[in-house]
T-cell receptor, first 115, second 114 residues
């Protein structure tokens, strides 16, 4: 158990819909990362938040947005869903202080299926 | 451009055989290096990491990795593979400072024959 909790574990929805994925980081971790894992693209970095602020952005579509709340949990919002958005979405957390990157602790992922 | 290459998409070994998974990186400076393992239906779990110091690092489950600066490589090894090691293995790099944008390789899927 990594200590990172993601909900829901599975989600099936239709094209054009909007979903929200939730992540609770490990206790004490200030950074949250979102990754998308699909068969053809591997593990793609989407976005990172540190203590409530956006820290780094990767290949995140404009239809996707995220935020980190004061209690440090994070949500990834996916809108106008397309078939190609079907993937496993991972959240990871780390202490990620000023002394350099620490290891990432991954949740078990949210599997999104868009029909 | 920063990148991580895992040249072997699939590797099959017999149980008890030795294993080496390759990882090469392209980076402006010496990055922080990691190996993660993903079992089916699970998240990624850290096997080992290299930040500095001894270039041979030991990890969990009997794995080790060696950092070779001259070859920009960080290969993962295990002397004797167990059937439970069947999984997907990811090499990753992280910058030594600044925004901590980790880059993952595309993964190597390991199959273990009984």
């Amino acid at each position: 158990d990594s200590g990172v909790t993601q909900t829901p574990k599975h989600l099936i929805t239709a094209t054009g819909q909007r979903v929200t994925l939730r992540c609770s980081p490990r206790s004490g971790d200030l950074s949250v990362y979102w990754y998308q894992q699909s068969l053809d693209q591997g593990l793609q970095f989407l976005i990172q938040y540190y203590n409530g602020e956006e820290r780094a952005k990767g290949n995140i579509l404009e239809r996707f947005s995220a935020q980190q709340f004061p209690d440090l949990h994070s949500e990834l919002n996916l809108s106008s869903l397309e078939l190609g958005d079907s993937a496993l979405y991972f959240c990871a957390s780390s202490r990620s202080g000023t002394s350099g990157p620490g290891e990432l602790f991954f949740g078990e992922g949210s599997r999104l299926t868009v029909l | 451009a920063q990148s991580v290459t895992q040249p072997d998409i699939h590797i099959t070994v017999s149980e008890g055989a030795s294993l080496e998974l390759r990882c090469n990186y392209s980076y402006g400076a010496t990055p922080y290096l990691f190996w993660y393992v993903q079992s089916p239906g699970q998240g990624l779990q850290l096997l080992l990491k290299y930040f500095s110091g001894d270039t041979l690092v030991q990890g969990i489950k009997g794995f080790e990795a060696e950092f070779k600066r001259s070859q920009s490589s960080f290969n993962l090894r295990k002397p004797s593979v167990h059937w439970s090691d069947a999984a997907e293995y990811f090499c990753a790099v992280g910058p030594p400072s600044g925004t901590y944008k980790y880059i993952f390789g595309t993964g190597t899927r390991l199959k273990v024959l009984a």
